[in-house]
């Protein structure tokens, strides 16, 4: 995982107002966006992190050099 638990609920947490806000920031010039429009937006921003979050850190699904559990 390569982020903290504790991190990644906090991500998540600040995509709320972050979406809220793109509304406001869109509607200055004059780029509307629908409650569903900004729902499927961050429907796939939570799901860009998720995946982020919990690919391996190294980019390789195997162990790192240092993994004491995969040598024999």
Do not use: H, Q, Y
Not at 31 to 43: H, K, W
Not at 45 to 72: I, K, Q, R, Y
Request: proline residues 3%.
């Amino acid at each position: 995982m390569r982020i903290s638990k504790a991190g990644l609920l906090v991500v998540l947490a600040l995509l709320a107002p972050l979406l809220v806000e793109l509304r406001t920031v869109l509607s200055w010039v004059n780029v509307e966006l629908s409650v569903l429009e900004t729902a499927l937006v961050g429907a796939v921003l939570v799901t860009a992190v998720l995946v982020w979050a919990f690919l391996p850190e190294n980019g390789s699904g195997g162990a790192t050099e240092g993994d004491v559990s995969s040598e024999n």
